[in-house]
């Protein structure tokens, strides 16, 4: 498997972040939903890498710059077909990696509350990540996880 910086041009991937908002979407209240689009994700302050095994996509994940010490967790996604192979947990250790290297004191992510959630939360718990109040412009809603991870 390699994970490497993203530049969004490909169908998979489109596809794929297709996938990951129409879920957020049918899983959560449209006020509740913080996943990025295409256009979000090309932000500056936001880097997206790939998990592929060949040519075949296998996931994705990204990290925006919240401040120069505090980075944020978005659009972490695994394809259906490589669900179960450690994808989700090679990417998350990949982005906290590059997060350490950026010389970020934390790492946060907001997720949902919903039971499909369950497997995320698992994911983020096994590798440190705690419950946490709201940061950035989140605020508290009864849809959403808040997790951080000192680094």
């Keep these: 498997m390699r994970i490497e910086i993203d530049d ?6 489109a596809e794929l972040l297709a996938e990951h908002l129409a879920d957020m979407y049918a899983t959560s209240p ?4 913080h996943a990025l689009d295409l256009d979000a994700l090309r932000a500056p302050s936001v880097t997206v890498w790939t998990a592929r095994d060949g040519g075949a996509l296998l996931g994705c994940g990204a990290l925006k710059e919240l401040d120069r010490r505090h980075g944020e967790l978005k659009s972490m996604r695994t394809a259906a077909a490589a669900r179960g ?8 250790r990949h982005l906290l990696d590059v997060a350490r290297e ?12 919903q ?8 994911l983020y718990a096994r ?3 705690v419950a946490c109040e709201p940061f950035g412009d989140y605020v508290l809603d009864p849809s959403s996880v808040f997790m ?3 680094l």
Excluded at 108 to 113: I, K, N
């Design 8 to 13: 969004l041009s490909g169908t998979d991937v």
């Design 30 to 33: 449209a006020c509740s939903v």
């Design 85 to 92: 192979r450690g994808v989700g947990g090679a990417v998350l």
């Design 102 to 113: 950026r010389g970020y004191a934390r790492v946060s992510l907001e997720t949902g509350s």
């Design 115 to 122: 039971p499909f959630f369950a497997p995320a939360h698992r």
């Design 127 to 129: 590798h440190g990540f």
């Design 148 to 150: 951080t991870l000192e």
